[in-house]
Each structure stands twice: as C-alpha cells, then as structure tokens.
C-alpha cells in the first residue's frame, strides 16, 4: 500500500486541493489524465502515416514519428528505405546505458538502399521563421530558447530553431563527416538528455510508442555499448511506413497538438505541482520533462 | 565501421585539434580517459565502507554510495536495515520507463526492521552552508545554483542545498505525508532527471556500479510501472553494508573528487567539445550530464 501510494503520488495528479491561503488556486487540480479527457478533438492531431514507421520486433512493435518540418531530406530517405525493406532482417547494435540504443547494419553489408540517398547533407537546424514554436518560460542549459513545435520538443537561438535530443527523440547516426549520414542507421535517446548532440547530429523523430522495447536492451558490454557478438543483438522484423499497409493494418495514432489550450493546460500543471503529494510545487519545468501524450485515435 | 565511428564520436573524446583561428586551443585536447590518466591520486576520494551497500541480484552486483552529509538520519537507518538484513529476499516491484525502479517489500510484510526507525523526518534539503559545493556555471532550469558536493550533484537556493535527482541518484520512498519513508523503499532514477521530486523525496545517495543491472528491467505493465504477478519481480539476493563484509570481499572503490582540478578539467571538457566529431561544442552543460567516475582502487 504504501508502494502503490509513492507510485501514485510520484506520477498521478489527482484531484488537489489548494496550499493554503491562495484564493485563486482553491478549485481541485485536475490530473493529466482527467486533462486529457477534457480535451476537445481539435485539440489532437492524427500522425499522417507517411510519416509514421512501424518498427517490428521480436518483442513488440516501436512507432516512430518523423518530423518532415525539420529534416525534410531524412524523412524523405528513410521512407525509401523504408519502402524498400532494408531494416527488415537488420539489428540492434547497441545499447549504451544512459544514452542511447542504436540499429542499423554493419559496414560492407549489401543490402539494397532502394530509392534511398547512401549520404545526406546535415538538417542540424533551420530558420526559426516559418515554425510556429509554443514558447517555454523557463531557463535551459543549452538554448535561449526552448518549446514545442508540431509535438516534438525544440530549442533555439539566433533565429536558428532544431529538434532537442530528450528521451525518445530519434537521430540519424553519422560518421566524422557532417554529410555522412543516410538514415539508415538510427538511434534513440534511453537516458537523460544528451543535448549536446544538439545540432551535431540530425534527429528525425520520435517514439510515439514502445520505447520500452528499446530502453530495456541488455547494455552492450563492448565500447560505447556495442554488442560484442552476434548473438547478443536482436533482429529487427520488419520495419514499414504506415502508408504501405492497408488502412485496417494501421494504428491510427494521434498527438496532442503542442499549440493548444490542452497542452498549455497540461504543461502548467507538470510545471507547478498541486497534487497533495507534492509539498514543494517546484514551480519549473525542462523541455525534456514535459509530457508529449499520445493516444489511439477515439 | 561507421557503426563504431559514430558510436566513437558520441562519447569518446580522442585528441582533437583546435578550431581554426584559436591560438589558446591548438594543443591536442585529451579525452576524458586520459584525463583520468593523468589525474593524481589526490583527487580521488575512497568511498567509506559504512556507506557503501552492496545489493546482489541475480544478474550482479548494484553498488551505492549513501550521502550521510545530505541525509544523515536516513543513511543511519538505511545502515540498520543492512545489518539487519531487511532486504534479503525483497523485490524489484516497479520499473517505469524513463522514471524509476523501485524495491522495498509489501505493505503488511513482518519483516524485522532491527535497529531501524519505521520512519523519519525528512531530509529534503539542509543548510548551504559547510557544504563545500562545487558550482556549475550554465544556467538550471529547476534551480539558481547547480553544482556538486562530495561527488554528488546537487541544486540550491536561499541559502538552503539539496541533492538532485539525476540518472542513478538513490532516493527514499514516502507516502502522503513528509516523515513517511525510512529508506526501507528505494527508487533509482533510470530516464529523464526528474527534477521535480527534488525537495520533495529525500535522496540518500547514487548508484556507482551495476546501475544497468536496474536500468534493464523489464517495465511493468501495471499502472506507474509496478509489476502484476510476483513471477515479475525480481527477488534480491541480499544486501549488505560494505563494512559488514571482511575486507578481503570488498569492493574497493574510489570517486573522483568534485573540489579537484581534474574534475574541472573534465567538466570543461565535456561543456566544449572539442573533438573532432562535434562540429558544435556546445559550450555548456547541465548539472545531470557531467560525468561523475568511479574506479576501482589502483
């Protein structure tokens, strides 16, 4: 019981009532999911499924959103890799705890790119102009300027704008060269927030789902978290675009748009905390800890 | 090949050369294993057997350094539940992804406490001063002053100091009320800082070896991650203090001071990367994600 109390308290926030002697806050707090059941339709966006990948594993499948309004190029070349089968057969290769859990092939293997590009100039960043960025007030440690654009976290400055590398986010792995990467080796974020690699390496998307089956890969015990034998890696299934499969295949997911009241809402109650729980409301809140729900269309 | 380059590229700095045009940064810059190479054995600090815990699993050895400087009481306490043997034959029960793993025992179990306390007053922060704490310069989002104590990260202000909840810090599980955890229930942080259960959950120290033993645990399906059935939990074996066992089965590890040169030196170069693979050194760095190393005894 008082396992199950600390877990509530540490994630549930239910219905509050106010610290004391504030007027204004004396309504009970509603909790996200009760914030999230209010939400109007409008409010949520359907992942369009040319830009949703559907990852198979032998555990389970990962769904992977694009974000075509930061690395155009990428999204285009992993479509086509995509469409041509190459991840299926192909591996996870590495799980460095921390950090990050990586997939891809092995250097010299043959497997056909299909329409795909074999190198990629960098989407590091793009112009601020032109995104519609739902600004957070609080500081950060690496940008000027943090929030949310089309459900994916970002940071920015100088009239610069690029996707932030918080848990889940999505890169394309590169080599020495800034153009050295395709695509067709990727990696997820399973530890705190490499933000560094911010604008050093460019991410293509997130995990809307099962990145419990990536975050639990045994750690790699070879440098960086490379497995150091065959047996340790797992097999990738498939990997397919969305828009491959017949409709009735789909998961039709939705995310919550990131320029609406709902998430307005949603971000001011993880910032400031009224659940009873809580007995310092913090009052703060990091891009990379702020909820980006995702939900199965109604 | 690429693989490994990228994989080498993302966290191993190699010698570098300095970025065109500066004439103060053109010695090769060392990586942070040869930092630690050349570091004097003064700037190492062995970790005291009374506060070190061995927590042995089936698949290996956790070890944890308590902080009796932020939470005395609760590391008294937690040092009466090893001797005690409290923890033999408990469980893993929760695992929630990009939060926490949990262990403690059910409510009702009869377990003996032996010399511990069934609960404490809280330990959420302490007086800023006689803590010699090293700062951190970039900005935080959660607090004005970021920095480390005795190899600890810690966050402060108004005069007050307390441990943050970075990846592998150790906290003590609580119910509704602030004197309701003894330590008996403990939680490692496994994803994201949760930075907002700072002040709120008495910390009592980090994990220094086998935090992936933890980290891989398969996620609960139950709701805030805890497990459904018993066949999901994993039982301990035991967990014993340090200073309990003859010194012949010790495991003698040291941290590298936090006041030392050698750790600002590190930390600077984990802030700027100078690398040849980072195209942007970032020039800062949050509290969460410089590195705090271990080793064993030379």
């Known amino acids: 019981m008082r396992l199950q109390a600390l877990a509530a308290a540490l994630l549930v926030a239910a219905c509050a009532s ?7 806050q004396k309504a009970p ?16 966006r359907a992942v369009d499924p040319e830009n949703m990948i559907y990852m198979d594993l032998p555990t389970g499948r990962v769904i992977i959103e694009l974000a075509p309004e930061y690395a155009p ?33 092995d250097e010299g293997d043959t497997t056909s790119y299909g329409e795909a590009q074999r190198s990629l100039q960098p989407e590091f960043d793009r112009p601020r102009s032109g995104v519609n960025v739902t600004r957070l007030q609080d500081p950060d440690s690496y940008a000027r300027e943090v929030g949310f654009a089309n459900g994916f976290p970002v940071a920015g400055q100088n009239g610069r704008t690029w ?18 990467g395709s695509g067709a080796e990727l990696y997820v974020v399973i530890g705190q927030a490499p933000r560094h690699l911010d604008r050093n390496v460019t991410l293509v998307g997130r995990v809307l789902q099962g990145i419990e089956l990536l975050s639990v890969m045994p750690r790699g015990t070879g440098p960086l978290g490379f497995y150091e034998t065959p047996e340790e ?15 009735s295949e789909r998961v039709n997911l939705q995310t919550l748009r990131t320029d609406s009241a709902t998430f ?6 993880r ?28």
Chains 1, 2 share one sequence.
Do not use: K
Request: proline share 7%.
């Open 18 to 24: 106010a610290p004391a002697g504030s007027e204004a």
């Open 29 to 44: 707090v509603p909790s996200m999911g009760e914030i999230l059941e209010q939400s109007p339709a409008s409010d949520w």
């Open 73 to 105: 190029n990428h999204t285009v070349n992993i479509r086509a890799l995509a469409r041509a089968h190459y991840w299926d057969g192909a591996a996870i290769v590495r799980s460095q705890d921390n950090y990050v859990v990586q997939w891809g092939r």
């Open 163 to 180: 996707l932030a590398h918080c848990y889940g986010m999505v890169g394309a792995g590169r080599g020495d060269t800034a153009d050295s």
């Open 233 to 247: 890696r797992t097999i990738i299934r498939s990997v397919r675009l969305a828009s491959e499969l017949p409709e």
């Open 264 to 269: 307005r809402t949603l971000t001011e109650s």
């Open 271 to 298: 910032r400031t905390r009224r659940d009873p729980w809580f007995l310092e409301p913090t009052g703060r809140i990091n891009v990379c800890n702020v909820p980006l729900p995702v939900r199965v269309a109604p």
